[in-house]
């Protein structure tokens, strides 16, 4: 059975690499041809509308999906083909899209969870206490069953939970997804957080484009399982094509709605 890596080969190669990767879900292609990059204590958003391939991008990484072609690279060897848990064992841990809880474990077995794969146990009431300090609602409701939670509190929860395995990169998908724009800001605030603080380096993928590109250092856009479109944040949110389509310029409005109207007027990315 094939290892996770430990060293990484070259200091100078990301961390996490995606090459030429090609996934399916049964006789739909819903990855084609994917090359990605995340430099390690980076943080890089990869963004599109649903159905752009981007949960199915992060399943691959993660293990829960075996591509059909293509490398999945953690530390320059290769990842791909690994059952989910082997790698989350190996540090690349997956927080999904809908949260996911255990409805009906407490708010702090749910984070224990999470602990699954850690080999020394001396470590987690200050892993415990971090996690309670950055999100002092789960404190709160800390012997309250996970179902019972918002859908703010749930993604905490699931934040949380991956936080307790000690990620060496972070895969966040949808974090925004079903909240508030305030409990969006305070999310995305806590992402920051972890990545500054921890040296985390994280991948998320996310529709809100406008939140992402703030937080992020480097950028996706995917189209129909497609990158068409990568770089720095910075120049992602110059490029007017970015700015028209995603982040709601030029009077047409942001939204659901307001990406359908320009999405007809797109023509070909710049």
Same mark, same amino acid.
């Given at each position: 059975?094939?290892?996770? !890596? *430990?060293?990484? +080969?070259?200091?100078?190669? $990301?961390?996490?690499?995606?090459?030429?990767?090609?996934?399916?879900?049964?006789?739909?292609?819903?990855?084609?041809?994917?090359?990605?990059?995340?430099?390690?204590?980076?943080?890089?958003?990869?963004?599109?509308?649903n159905g752009?391939?981007?949960? /199915?991008?992060?399943? /691959?990484?993660?293990?829960?999906?075996?591509?059909?072609?293509? +490398?999945? &690279?953690?530390?320059?060897? $290769?990842?791909?083909?690994?059952?989910?848990?082997?790698?989350?064992?190996?540090?690349?841990?997956?927080? !999904?899209?809908?949260?996911?809880?255990? !409805?009906?474990? +407490?708010?702090?077995?749910?984070?224990?969870?999470?602990?699954?794969?850690?080999? @020394? =146990?001396?470590?987690?009431?200050?892993d415990l206490?971090?996690?309670?300090?950055?999100?002092?609602?789960?404190?709160?409701?800390?012997?309250?069953?996970?179902?019972?939670? @918002?859908?703010?509190?749930?993604?905490?929860?699931?934040?949380?939970?991956?936080?307790?395995?000690?990620?060496?990169?972070?895969?966040?998908?949808?974090? @925004?997804?079903?909240? @508030?724009?305030?409990? *969006?800001?305070?999310?995305?605030?806590?992402?920051? =957080?972890?990545? *500054? &603080?921890?040296? /985390? +380096?994280?991948?998320?993928?996310?529709?809100?484009?406008?939140?992402?590109?703030?937080?992020?250092?480097?950028?996706?856009?995917?189209?129909?399982?497609?990158?068409?479109?990568?770089?720095?944040?910075?120049?992602?949110?110059?490029?007017?094509d970015v700015?028209?389509?995603?982040?709601?310029?030029?009077?047409?409005?942001?939204?659901?709605?307001?990406?359908?109207? =320009?999405?007809?007027?797109?023509? /070909?990315?710049?």
């Amino acid at each position: 059975m094939q290892a996770m !890596p *430990t060293d990484m +080969s070259a200091a100078t190669q $990301p961390i996490l690499a995606v090459k030429n990767l090609e996934t399916w879900y049964g006789l739909v292609n819903a990855i084609k041809g994917v090359n990605l990059d995340l430099q390690a204590g980076h943080i890089v958003a990869v963004l599109g509308a649903n159905g752009a391939g981007k949960t /199915t991008l992060l399943n /691959t990484i993660a293990g829960v999906i075996d591509p059909f072609k293509g +490398s999945v &690279e953690f530390k320059g060897q $290769p990842i791909h083909g690994l059952d989910p848990d082997q790698v989350a064992r190996g540090g690349v841990v997956l927080v !999904p899209e809908g949260r996911q809880v255990f !409805p009906f474990l +407490s708010v702090r077995d749910n984070l224990m969870m999470g602990t699954f794969a850690r080999a @020394s =146990r001396a470590e987690l009431d200050a892993d415990l206490a971090r996690v309670f300090g950055w999100f002092p609602r789960l404190l709160e409701r800390q012997h309250q069953h996970g179902g019972l939670l @918002s859908g703010g509190e749930q993604q905490m929860l699931a934040i949380g939970r991956a936080l307790m395995a000690r990620p060496t990169v972070l895969l966040l998908d949808e974090p @925004s997804l079903g909240l @508030s724009p305030l409990l *969006t800001r305070e999310i995305f605030a806590i992402v920051k =957080r972890i990545n *500054t &603080e921890l040296h /985390t +380096s994280i991948l998320v993928a996310e529709q809100n484009a406008a939140i992402a590109l703030a937080t992020a250092d480097d950028g996706y856009i995917m189209e129909l399982g497609r990158v068409v479109v990568a770089g720095t944040c910075a120049e992602l949110m110059a490029k007017d094509d970015v700015k028209e389509f995603y982040l709601g310029g030029a009077g047409h409005g942001a939204g659901e709605d307001g990406r359908r109207q =320009r999405w007809k007027r797109r023509k /070909t990315w710049r």
